[in-house]
């Protein structure tokens, strides 16, 4: 079973522009989760969406967004870069089942590695 | 909101010794997750071992094992026979127990660089 994909693996932008990272969950899993991560914050959870739908948000400025498709894959987009957006982006993905509480953990993808100049 | 505290952020053990990492967490939840997570370079975040609140018994994976205490709200990973590829950062991480709606959100702690000494 392939794991969790994460596309493009490294990426380096400018200040202002905006980026979207992609992320296909393992096949079956329909809850995708993303992280930020950092050396001076480390690990802050994002957003997560189940079945298209966002169903957790974290504490992060309105410049982050992101959305689901109908086949579970997920993209976050980042819009007006600021030296501070320069981290790993993690994505994860989980076996839920709709309604039922899931004891089931997160799988992780590479992350992709966002600098911005 | 939770909190995820991991007090070392570095350690070391000898090769096929043993090692314990600490976490402590808090909360006010009675029914949660705990997960341990490793970091290689490689960057991709592995499943170490994982804790169900309202299970009593300690998980075990193989030479992985944890002693979670519920009401001193700790959680300590032991790596037993450590070997080489163990080297890594680990991560601490507590998700919260939703029947009715789910929350796949992780907590994390700032985690502990393991290193091994050959």
């Known amino acids: 079973k392939a794991g969790v994909t994460q596309t493009p693996r490294y990426l380096i932008k400018t200040r202002g522009q905006q980026v979207t990272l992609s992320c296909s969950p393992i096949s079956g899993h329909r809850s995708v989760s993303w992280y930020q991560q950092t050396p001076g914050q480390g690990l802050q959870f994002l957003f997560e969406?189940?079945?298209?739908?966002?169903?957790n948000k974290g504490n992060f400025p309105g410049r982050f967004s992101g959305r689901q498709f109908s086949n579970s894959r997920s993209e976050m987009n980042v819009s007006t870069l600021e030296l501070g957006d320069s981290a790993l982006y993690l994505c994860?993905?989980?076996?839920?089942?709709?309604?039922?509480?899931?004891?089931?953990?997160?799988?992780f993808g590479d992350g992709t590695r966002l600098s911005i100049l | 909101a939770q909190t995820v505290t991991q007090s070392q952020p570095e350690m070391s053990v000898q090769e096929a010794e043993t090692v314990t990492l600490s976490c402590t967490y808090d909360t006010s939840e009675s029914d949660y997750y705990l997960f341990w997570y490793k970091q290689p370079p490689s960057r991709q975040m592995i499943l170490v071992i994982r804790?169900?609140?309202?299970?009593?018994q300690n998980a075990t994976e193989n030479r992985f094992s944890v002693n979670f205490q519920k009401a001193a709200k700790s959680f300590s990973l032991k790596i037993s026979d450590s070997q080489l590829g163990d080297a890594a950062m680990y991560f601490c991480a507590y998700r919260s127990y939703s029947s009715n709606f789910g929350n796949e959100k992780l907590t994390f702690g700032t985690g502990t660089r393991l290193t091994i000494i050959p």
């Open positions: 994860a993905s989980t076996f839920v089942r709709q309604g039922q509480e899931s004891n089931q953990p997160q799988h």
């Open positions: 969406y189940f079945s298209e739908t966002q169903r």
């Open positions: 804790q169900e609140a309202y299970k009593q």
